[in-house]
C-alpha cells in the first residue's frame, strides 16, 4: 500500500517537473521569438530609411569617385553618409541582439521571422553599393557583410535582388538628364548604365520557370520578378522618349522638376 502511495508521488512529481521544463522551453521560445520579431521591424525600418536617403542624392550633383565616368561611382554628401552610418549601426545593433537566438537550430527556427528584414536590408546593401560602386554585391559578399551567424537563404537574396531593380528604376527617372557642357539635355550617364543593367537581369531571369502555386516563396518570386519587368519598361521608355525629344528641343531647354514625370 505505502509502495504505491510512494510510487505513485514519485511518477507525480517526474511528470510536473518534465512538464514545468517543457513550459520553460515553450517560454524561451516565445522570448526569443519576440525579440526576433522586434530585431526585424527595426532591420527593416533601418533599411527603408538607408533607401530613401539614398534615393535624396542628385547625381547632377553629387562628386564623382574615379576619372572615368562610365566606371564612376557616387561620393555621397557627408550629411546623408552620416545618415546612412547612424542606420547601419541601428542594423548590426539589431542583428547583435539576436545573434544568440541564432545558434544551432535557431538558424532554420526563426527564418521565416527575420526573412522579411534580411530582403530589405539586402535591397539596401545592393542599391547603396551599385551607386557608389558600379557594382552588384554577390550572395558570399552579402552573407559576409551580414554575417555567418545568419543564415541568408538564396532565395532571400534573390527576392531582395529584384526588389533593388525597383529602387534603380525611381533613380534612374529622378537623374534621367544631364546638361552638357555646351547646353545640351542628354540621357544620364547613370540612367544608360541603370538601363543596361535591368535588361541585363531581366534577360538572366527570362529563362526561369516557376510554378507560382508550388510554394509560397514561389508566388512572391514571380510577383517580384513582374516588378522587375515593368522596372526595365518604365526605364526604356524614359530613355527613349528623352532621346527622340531631344531632337525637337530647343536649344538651351532645361527640363523643370516636373518634366521627368511627363517624358
Known amino acids: 500500500m505505502s509502495m504505491s502511495v510512494s510510487v505513485a ?16 522551453a515553450l517560454d524561451a521560445h516565445h522570448d526569443a521569438r519576440d525579440r526576433v520579431i522586434k530585431a526585424s521591424r527595426d532591420i527593416t525600418a533601418a533599411s527603408k530609411k538607408i533607401i530613401f536617403a539614398l534615393q535624396r542624392v542628385k547625381y547632377a550633383d553629387a562628386e564623382i569617385q574615379r576619372d572615368d565616368v562610365n566606371k ?29 537566438d541564432f545558434q544551432g537550430a535557431g538558424a532554420w527556427r526563426y527564418q521565416r521571422q ?7 536590408y539586402i535591397e539596401a546593401l545592393l542599391f547603396r553599393e551599385y551607386l557608389m560602386e558600379r557594382w552588384i554585391l554577390s ?34 527617372i529622378t537623374n534621367l538628364y544631364e546638361v552638357t557642357a555646351s547646353g545640351v539635355v542628354e ?22 520557370r516557376v510554378n ?12 517580384k520578378l513582374n516588378t522587375l519587368y515593368n522596372s526595365v519598361d518604365k526605364v526604356e521608355r524614359a530613355v527613349y522618349s528623352l532621346i527622340v525629344r531631344g531632337s525637337e528641343l530647343p536649344e538651351g ?11
Open 9 to 24: 508521488t514519485i511518477d507525480r512529481e517526474t511528470v510536473t517537473a518534465l512538464f514545468s521544463s517543457f513550459g520553460a
Open 212 to 223: 507560382s502555386s508550388s510554394h509560397s516563396s514561389s508566388a512572391e518570386f514571380v510577383k
Open 139 to 172: 550572395h558570399e559578399e552579402v552573407q559576409k557583410l551580414i554575417g555567418h551567424e545568419f543564415l541568408v537563404t538564396y532565395s532571400d537574396y534573390i527576392l531582395g535582388l529584384l526588389d533593388t531593380t525597383g529602387e534603380l528604376m525611381r533613380f534612374a
Open 72 to 100: 564612376a561611382g557616387i561620393k555621397l554628401e557627408s550629411k546623408i553618409a552620416s545618415d546612412i552610418c547612424g542606420l547601419e549601426r541601428t542594423i548590426k545593433d539589431a542583428f547583435g541582439a539576436v545573434k544568440d
Open 253 to 263: 531647354w532645361i527640363p523643370g522638376d516636373d518634366d521627368n514625370a511627363r517624358i
Open 187 to 208: 540621357v544620364s550617364t547613370i540612367a544608360k548604365q541603370i538601363c543596361q543593367l535591368l535588361r541585363t537581369l531581366r534577360i538572366g531571369f527570362s529563362g526561369l
Open 114 to 120: 527575420i526573412s522579411g528584414a534580411i530582403q530589405e
